[in-house]
């Protein structure tokens, strides 16, 4: 049985949240290989000598380049979800025409920002002096590239992007709770109309905004330490360090927070374990795709203005 509302996951924002999908587990895939891997004593003794070769700047660039795109989808998601909160009712239209330039656009500046990373070759060199159960991939910077400004880049992409995105989850949060409050008479039950939509977008703006504030610090540590050649320093080293788990934290946080909070994304995840092991799996499943279009017709709605005008 098809869901009454199934068409909702083929909107522009869904759509979008598709592409971030495969964005960042490409992205988990690239820093697992150019970060983790050569860290690691059972694999670094491969990675020992390699020389400057352009065979690892393609997947050094990846890396980098899929950080970027990530960053410009989840602030495209956000103003998706504001839009649909100021524009009720042209919002599907407008974003029909918006969603190719946008997705254009979060594939193309991050381009802009990494390109130099192909134009130079790669190696690895120690992670510390001496060691030789772990090695670092490094670029050499082109001879008209400033050296250092990688991570200067990457922080200040980081800030700007990270400030828009963070303004467009508070709006929205705002413009929701307004809403409902103006459709109460007794604003002492303000706190019940809060429900979890509005909670949703507070731990995501919160999510992003830990996520991003840790790579502003990381990356602003890299290059104040980078410009004045000290990259033996244990503070260099200790940050470099964390550069991995922080971006899984910006990748993984939406998808256990979705597991967290929607019953409906719960049932659907659970549901492929139990149809696994159930016996009459047939049977399991045409309930589980009952319940869950009785529980699409409560929770998913486009804009709860739509919602409002058709009541």
């Not at 999908?21 to 150019?34: N, S």
């Not at 990457?154 to 705002?174: D, K």
């Not at 604003?187 to 919160?206: A, D, H, P």
Request: proline share 6%; charged share 15%.
């Amino acid at each position: 049985m098809r869901p009454r509302h199934a068409k909702s996951f083929v909107s522009p924002f869904f759509t979008l949240v598709k592409v971030l999908a495969v964005v960042d587990l490409c992205g988990h895939i690239a820093w697992t290989i150019d970060f983790k891997v050569p860290l690691t004593p059972m694999f670094a003794p491969h990675f020992e000598n390699i020389g400057p070769t352009y065979l690892w700047s393609f997947p050094l660039f990846i890396t980098y380049y899929l950080e970027f795109v990530h960053t410009m989808l989840v602030m495209m998601t956000a103003l998706n979800r504001s839009t649909a909160l100021v524009f009720p009712v042209t919002h599907e239209s407008l974003w029909k025409k918006m969603l190719k330039p946008s997705i254009g656009v979060s594939l193309l500046l991050p381009l802009c920002l990494c390109f130099q990373r192909l134009l130079a070759p790669t190696y690895t060199m120690p992670f510390t002096m001496g060691s030789s159960n772990a090695f670092v991939l490094r670029s050499k910077n082109p001879s008209w590239y400033p050296s250092g400004m990688n991570a200067l880049f990457f922080a200040l992409f980081y800030i700007v992007i990270g400030v828009i995105t963070v303004m467009l989850n508070i709006s929205s949060c705002m413009a929701l709770t307004l809403f409902k409050q103006s459709k109460r008479n007794n604003r002492n039950n303000l706190w019940q109309s809060i429900q979890r939509t509005e909670i949703g977008l507070i731990i995501v703006c919160f999510g992003d905004l830990v996520a991003m504030i840790f790579m502003i610090i990381i990356q602003l540590t890299l290059y104040w330490l980078g410009i004045r050649g000290l990259y033996d320093d244990p503070l260099y080293d200790f940050m470099y360090l964390q550069i991995p788990w922080v971006s899984d934290l910006g990748r993984f946080i939406r998808p256990f927070m979705l597991l967290f909070m929607s019953k409906t994304v719960r049932d659907a995840f659970l549901s492929i374990f139990s149809s696994a092991i159930s016996p009459d799996a047939s049977v399991h499943m045409t309930g589980t795709a009952v319940r869950n279009n009785y529980m699409s017709k409560v929770s998913i709605i486009s804009s709860p203005f739509i919602n409002d005008n058709k009541k």
